[in-house]
């Protein structure tokens, strides 16, 4: 208890919304929260519910997405933004609590989106998984590195088309050697922070897909 009260003062907690000190997101801003209308990952179109429409269904495509938050909405990018730059994990934990899921589905494993090798490392932590961790505990499904990912890309943001996007990252993911022949009928949940093209999660769940998994959905912070 002592430590912490030092560390709160050495390191003050203060909102990322507004400001304010006393915590990293405030009640007010919380509330002000406003979840996302869901969409089809494939064509990023409006979609009931997040089901991946009917014409662009896909042998190795997505199943669906649920994202949560509007990355535009400035508190939910001070959100996201205050978890990937400013290496806040604590953020997860906030902006999900109280945070129930229902997917219809029922998964087997929880795959966070990995990083590349050094930049996880210069992070400190895959925010992929930390999300995942979070949300895995309310599903009461078990987070696996399954994929990884072998190769680095340029950052997504610096693609102005989706064909340079996915032109970017294909080929870049991988499933574990010692996942390999265990995924056939498997029922999985790919994590990530932000679904902005998509292009992450799609390239995932082909390489998931082509390993034999059933069910692909996609699960994001925001989008």
Known sequence: MIWE???DFVF?????GCGIGGSFLCK???????FVDQICP??????????????????????????????????????VDGIKYGFNRELISIALKDFRFETGECFDFLIPVPL?????????????????????????VPVENIL????????????????????????????????KGKLRKKKLLLVDDVFTSGADMRECSK?????????????????
């Open 5 to 7: 009260a030092i560390i």
């Open 12 to 16: 003050p907690k203060v909102c990322v």
């Open 28 to 34: 007010e801003c919380k509330n002000r929260l406003d």
């Open 42 to 79: 494939m064509c990023g179109e409006g979609s009931l519910m997040g089901w991946t429409h009917s014409r662009c269904k896909d042998r190795y495509g997505m199943d669906g997405l649920i994202a949560i938050y509007e990355y535009q909405e400035p508190i939910a990018r001070a959100v």
């Open 116 to 140: 590349y090798f050094y930049r996880e490392n210069w992070r400190g932590f895959n925010q992929a998984r930390e999300l995942g961790e979070v949300v895995g505990s309310k599903l009461l």
């Open 148 to 179: 990884e990912r072998k190769r680095n890309t340029k950052q997504q943001v610096m693609m102005k088309t989706r064909e340079e996007r996915e032109n970017n990252i294909s080929g870049a993911f991988v499933v574990g050697n010692e996942w």
């Open 207 to 223: 390489m998931l897909k082509k390993a034999g998994a059933e069910v692909v959905w996609g699960l994001a912070l925001a989008h």
